[in-house]
C-alpha cells in the first residue's frame, strides 16, 4: 500500500510540474537534476520488484509461500516469473535516471502535504521490509479476536 501510494505521488508530483512521465525516456537525468526524489523512487521501484529489504519483497514472498502452501506452486512460478519480468521494466526506469542524459529542464517543488506523505510513505516502505513481524503480529492478533 505505501509503495503504491508512494509511486503515484512521485507521478503527481512529476506532472504537476510539467513533467509527462508517461515514457521511460521522460525520466532521463532525472538523479542528476533532482537525486533526491529519484533516490525515493528508487526505493518504491525496489519494493514494487519485491527486492529486499522493502516492504514489496515481504509482500511477495507472503504471497508466494501462500500460494505455494496452498498447492499452487505452478501459479507461483508463473507470479515470480511475472515478476522478474516487471522488475527489467522497474530497473530501465532507475537505468534512464542515472545512466541517461537529462532530456529538459525540470522544475520540481513539492508541497509541505505531498512532502510529508512521501517521507512517510518511503519511511514505511523501507521500515515494513526490515521489520515485517510488526504488521504480521498484527494480523496474527487481528485473526485471533475474529
Avoid at 519485491?50 to 498447492?71: E, M, Q, Y
Avoid at 507461483?76 to 542524459?101: E, L, N
Wanted: net charge neutral; no cysteine.
Amino acid at each position: 500500500m505505501f509503495t503504491t501510494m508512494g509511486t503515484f505521488s512521485m507521478i503527481i508530483l512529476l506532472t504537476h510540474q510539467g513533467f509527462r512521465g508517461d515514457k521511460i525516456a521522460d525520466f532521463a537525468g532525472l538523479g542528476y537534476t533532482h537525486p533526491l526524489p529519484a533516490l525515493i523512487y528508487i526505493v518504491f521501484f525496489l519494493s514494487l520488484a519485491g527486492i529486499p529489504p522493502t516492504a514489496g519483497f515481504v509482500g511477495k514472498l507472503l504471497v508466494f509461500r501462500a500460494a505455494i502452501d496452498s498447492g499452487f506452486v505452478v501459479l507461483a512460478v508463473i507470479g515470480v516469473a511475472t515478476s522478474a519480468i516487471a522488475a527489467y521494466y522497474y530497473f530501465m526506469v532507475i537505468k534512464t535516471m542515472f545512466m541517461d542524459a537529462p532530456t529538459g529542464d525540470v522544475t520540481l517543488s513539492p508541497s509541505r502535504p505531498l512532502t510529508i506523505g512521501l517521507a512517510v510513505m518511503v519511511v514505511a516502505t523501507i521500515l515494513l521490509g526490515l521489520f515485517p513481524n510488526v504488521i504480521l503480529q498484527a494480523i496474527e492478533a487481528a485473526k485471533l479476536i475474529q
